[in-house]
């Protein structure tokens, strides 16, 4: 089946460095999908990208869908200490509620 | 608006119980999906309801069911619970054509 894989698994940064992540997989999507995990909390979404080497940028968070459509990255800017948690990828072909996630970035932000 | 709620929020099942779950959409959300999040994994999707309808399933066994209403409330059913069937089980709703899905804060399921 489908699968992402996600890295690095965990990052340990000081307050106002710059983090970067990325996320493979094995098959193609059409669409590729960040979430945030809070400790106690679903998935909430971050940043949606559409298009093979589409660039998309919210806030101090930048994502690109890679132009294969097997990859995409996720860069923070400036991180600071509420940006602490697990991020996902996720890959999506057909709907809203079907997405395959990769096994998440756990972010630690040291102020 | 009350986002995506889930109910009961911990729950404790004994080896070989039967277990329900249960899930609000977002309002104007009709499309409700589940995904079995295990300690350290992403979530993994076990299927979507849609207009009462069981349309898309994960690679999970029979033992998972589920339903849902006419007020696109849903409901996670698992039986004959195994000790792995422990986890973080999360709803999400969505509207059709949507690429957004909404997550509830998920139910944290221990079988022992």
């Known amino acids: 089946g489908q699968q992402l894989n996600q890295s690095p698994q965990s990052m340990f940064i000081q307050e106002g460095e710059d983090v970067s992540m990325n996320c493979t997989s094995s098959s193609i999507f059409n669409t590729w999908l960040w979430y945030k995990q809070d400790p106690g909390e679903g998935p909430v979404l971050l940043i949606a990208?559409?298009?093979?080497?589409e660039l998309t940028s919210n806030g101090r968070l930048t994502a690109q869908f890679g132009i294969t459509r097997k990859d995409s990255f996720l860069n923070i800017s400036a991180s600071i200490p509420s940006d602490v948690g697990i991020y996902f990828c996720a890959g999506l072909n057909t709907n809203a509620g079907k997405s395959t996630f990769g096994d998440g970035t756990t972010l630690t932000v040291k102020p | 608006d009350a986002g995506v709620t889930q109910s009961p929020t911990h729950l404790i099942k004994t080896r070989g119980q039967q277990v329900t779950l249960r899930c609000s959409p977002k309002s104007g959300h009709d499309t409700v999906s589940w995904y079995q999040q295990a300690l350290g994994q992403g979530p993994q999707f076990i299927f979507q309801y849609y207009e009462e309808e069981e349309r898309q399933r994960g690679n999970f066994p029979d033992r998972f069911s589920g339903h849902q209403f006419p007020n696109y409330s849903s409901e996670l059913n698992v039986n004959a619970l195994l000790l792995g069937d422990s986890a973080l089980y999360l709803c999400?709703?969505?509207?059709?054509?949507?690429?957004?899905?909404?997550f509830g804060q998920g139910t944290r399921l221990t079988v022992v």
């Open positions: 990208l559409y298009k093979a080497g």
């Open positions: 999400a709703s969505s509207r059709p054509g949507d690429t957004e899905a909404f």
